[in-house]
C-alpha cells in the first residue's frame, strides 16, 4: 500500500538550475496538489490538477511548471531555482467531491543555494 | 478571497491535560468546510477532524473535538486527556463548497509536556 510517494526526499542545488520534483499516488484519485509550506504562513497551493491534462493555478505559482500527463503523476519542475524558492513542498491528493480528504506524501525539502 | 487566522504560534499542555486551538476565518460563503490536520515531526500531514458549516452539531473523534461557532467564524480544537503523540504542529484549513483546494492557517505548535 504506497499511497501518495515523494522524490526526492531532500535536494539541495543552485541559484538558476532547474529541479523537477516528483510525486506518485495509487489510488487513482482524480485532484493531485502541490503545496509548499514556510514557517509563519502555514502551506500555500502552488498548483492543482483536476484530471490528466488539466492543470490550474493556486495562490503562488510563479517561477514553477507542472504537467500531468498520467493520472498517478504530477511533477513539479522549478525552471531555474532561487533562494525564495527554499522550502518543503508537499504533494497531495484527493477523490473529486465536496469536502473530501487530502492525502499528503511525506514532503520534499529544497534548499537552493 | 478566504484567510484562515491561527493567533496562538506555540501552546504547551501536560499530558492528560486538555487544550484548546483557536482557529478564526474570514469569508462571505454561507457554507464550506472546516478541517484540522496535525503535523508530528515526521512532517507527515495527518486529517484530525473535518466540520461542514451546515451542520451545527460539533464534530468529535475520539478525544479531539470541535467548537464551531459560524456567526463568530471560529473553529477551535478541543484536544482532552492529551498525550505525547499529540505533539505537533496544528494546521487549521478552509475549503469552498465544490471547491478541492484548502487555504490553510499558519499553524499552532503544540507541545505535550510529561
Known amino acids: 500500500d504506497a499511497g501518495i510517494t515523494q522524490s526526492p526526499r531532500y535536494k539541495i542545488t543552485e541559484t538558476g538550475r532547474q529541479v523537477t520534483l516528483m510525486c506518485h499516488q495509487t489510488?487513482?484519485?482524480?485532484?493531485m496538489f502541490w503545496y509548499r509550506q514556510d514557517l509563519g504562513h502555514g502551506l500555500r497551493l502552488i498548483y492543482y490538477?483536476?484530471?490528466?491534462?488539466?492543470?490550474d493555478k493556486g495562490e503562488v505559482p510563479d517561477g514553477y511548471v507542472v504537467s500531468r500527463s498520467k493520472t498517478e503523476n504530477f511533477p513539479l519542475t522549478l525552471e531555474s531555482a532561487t533562494r525564495s524558492q527554499t522550502s518543503v513542498y508537499f504533494c497531495?491528493?484527493?477523490?473529486?467531491?465536496?469536502?473530501?480528504?487530502?492525502?499528503f506524501g511525506p514532503g520534499t525539502r529544497l534548499t537552493v543555494l | 478571497a478566504q484567510t484562515v487566522t491561527q493567533s496562538q504560534p506555540e501552546m504547551s499542555v501536560q499530558e492528560a491535560e486538555t487544550v484548546t486551538l483557536s482557529c478564526t476565518y474570514d469569508?462571505?460563503?454561507?457554507?464550506?468546510?472546516l478541517f484540522w490536520y496535525k503535523q508530528p515531526p515526521s512532517r507527515q500531514m495527518i486529517l484530525v477532524i473535518r466540520?461542514?458549516?451546515?451542520?451545527?452539531q460539533n464534530a468529535t473523534e475520539n478525544r479531539f473535538s470541535v467548537n464551531f461557532q459560524k456567526a463568530a467564524k471560529s473553529f477551535s480544537l478541543k484536544i482532552s486527556d492529551s498525550q505525547l503523540g499529540d505533539t505537533a504542529m496544528y494546521f487549521c484549513?478552509?475549503?469552498?463548497?465544490?471547491?478541492?483546494?484548502?487555504?490553510f492557517g499558519p499553524g499552532t505548535r503544540l507541545s505535550v509536556l510529561p
Open positions: 497531495a491528493s484527493s477523490e473529486a467531491g465536496a469536502a473530501n480528504e487530502q492525502f
Open positions: 489510488w487513482s484519485h482524480s485532484y
Open positions: 490538477s483536476a484530471a490528466a491534462d488539466i492543470t
Open positions: 469569508t462571505s460563503e454561507s457554507n464550506y468546510y
Open positions: 466540520q461542514e458549516a451546515y451542520k451545527q
Open positions: 484549513a478552509f475549503m469552498k463548497p465544490y471547491g478541492q483546494n484548502f487555504v
